[in-house]
């Protein structure tokens, strides 16, 4: 069996005739989950995976923080200042950076905007939480002593 064959091969213990996903366009299908000014994710979420669409505006900062999910960076227009665990680098188009769970880590721009996907195993909790519809506050409870 050639490499290819092996690659596209159908897989038995997925199931045959299984169904299900769906196309996304992004800009229009997506709402946008703005986390601090500047900085815009677009989540694409599946069962077991998320790709984030994310757009950093000029000079705008996600802070160094961790978390349990596996992630990948993927910087696809401009420019990104990357903190890995205190190893800095710039991250220019085609650069990814794999961020292992527990990772601190965090980015910037500086004069210019940066437009990339994270990609995160398991689905980012926090990120899944944030696109949650907020409730509507209930109705308070009659007034009993008017």
Known sequence: MSDAERYFAMDPSAGHGATGGGYV???RDVSAVE???GLVFRP???ERLMASFVRFGPNTEAPV???EEEQISV???GELEFDLGGDVRVLRPGMAVVIPPGVPHGARTHDASCYG???FHPP???LLEL???TPEPAEPPPDRWS
């Open 65 to 67: 923080h961790t978390h």
């Open 44 to 46: 694409v979420v599946g």
């Open 131 to 133: 696109m949650q519809p």
């Open 124 to 126: 980012r909790r926090a």
């Open 75 to 77: 910087v696809l227009e």
């Open 117 to 119: 996907i994270d990609i």
């Open 35 to 37: 986390l601090v000014p």
């Open 25 to 27: 366009e992004v800009a």
